[in-house]
């Protein structure tokens, strides 16, 4: 009887993380869902592969190609704290792209342990389905613990960074171009807290903007991330997440705003 129940744990956990899905932002903050301690390592690795050709008639095939992985390290020390986060997922049905996400980000926490520290980041993205071809863009800020309790830590980050993009899309009938670059403010409130003795939480919110001479105004990004998590039993944890993006002027015509909610299963043998 438990082994049964084990197998369909696992069988669960398994194809719920067969399916791709797409993040606008970045979960940096759930990868420092930790105690305020020195010299650990965490290492977060998953991968899944799907092939089928699954058709009803012989002259009319579908072949489908799924592929998702991701690498996060993190790295805590006496001083400094490195965070590298790796993600990339696609999906291929016959000759048609529908999905091709990724994302590097890596981040350095100079002195995390004060109130006051600084941070250094730079990465690359690239959103395919929304026709970003290519993102890159680094920075550096201050990061600033406002809050720090056994339960509830809150942190307020500022900052500055270089953003180069290259959009590409079309239509029908239109071709959509676009390559800027820009300086950017870069701005964020983080809290993680503990609402129960068994109910972790972190929630982020993102800002960011620039200005751009072409349009004589300011084009703003904002975004967050809500994530929380409570064990079920004693190897069994229940997870559930919701993302939003909004951009107030799209370079090219796509949907200024864009959200994610899912949920699911984690097991720890």
């Given at each position: 009887m438990h082994s049964n129940k084990f197998l369909l744990c696992i069988?669960?956990?398994?194809?719920?993380?067969?399916?791709?899905?797409?993040?606008?932002?970045?979960?940096?903050?759930?990868?420092?869902?930790l105690p305020d301690s020195a010299n650990y390592w965490l290492l977060n690795l998953g991968t899944s592969l799907g092939l089928y050709n699954r058709?009803?008639?012989?002259?009319?095939?579908?072949?489908?190609?799924s592929v998702r992985g991701n690498l996060d390290v993190l790295r805590a020390g006496q001083k400094h704290l490195y965070l590298l986060l790796n993600q990339y997922s696609y999906l291929k049905i016959n000759d048609a792209e529908f999905f091709n996400?990724?994302?590097?980000?890596?981040r350095s926490n100079l002195f995390w342990q004060r109130t006051l520290s600084y941070e250094l980041f730079a990465q690359w993205q690239v959103d395919k389905l929304r026709g970003l071809?290519?993102?890159?863009?680094?920075?550096?800020?201050?990061r600033w613990r406002l809050?720090?309790?056994?339960?509830?830590?809150?942190?307020?980050?500022?900052?500055?960074?270089?953003?180069?993009?290259?959009?590409?899309?079309?239509?029908?009938?239109?071709?959509?171009e676009a390559n800027p670059f820009f300086w950017k403010s870069s701005n964020y409130i983080h809290w993680r807290g503990q609402i129960s003795p068994t109910v972790k939480t972190v929630m982020a919110v993102y800002y960011?903007?620039?200005?751009?001479d072409s349009v004589s105004n300011f084009?703003?990004?904002?975004?967050g991330e809500l994530h929380l998590n409570f064990p079920i039993s004693q190897k069994l944890k229940f997870n559930t997440s919701f993302t939003a993006s909004y951009e107030s002027l799209p370079l090219i015509p796509i949907t200024p705003f864009i959200y994610q909610f899912s949920q699911g299963l984690t097991l720890s043998l």
């Open positions: 069988l669960f956990c398994f194809l719920w993380g067969s399916f791709p899905v797409n993040a606008q932002i970045l979960n940096i903050e759930k990868e420092r869902l058709s009803a008639l012989d002259d009319t095939p579908l072949r489908y190609t996400f990724g994302y590097t980000h890596l071809q290519e993102r890159y863009l680094g920075g550096a800020g201050i809050l720090d309790t056994p339960h509830h830590h809150i942190f307020v980050g500022m900052g500055f960074m270089a953003e180069r993009e290259r959009w590409q899309l079309s239509d029908a009938s239109t071709r959509y960011q903007t620039g200005y751009d084009r703003h990004r904002l975004s």
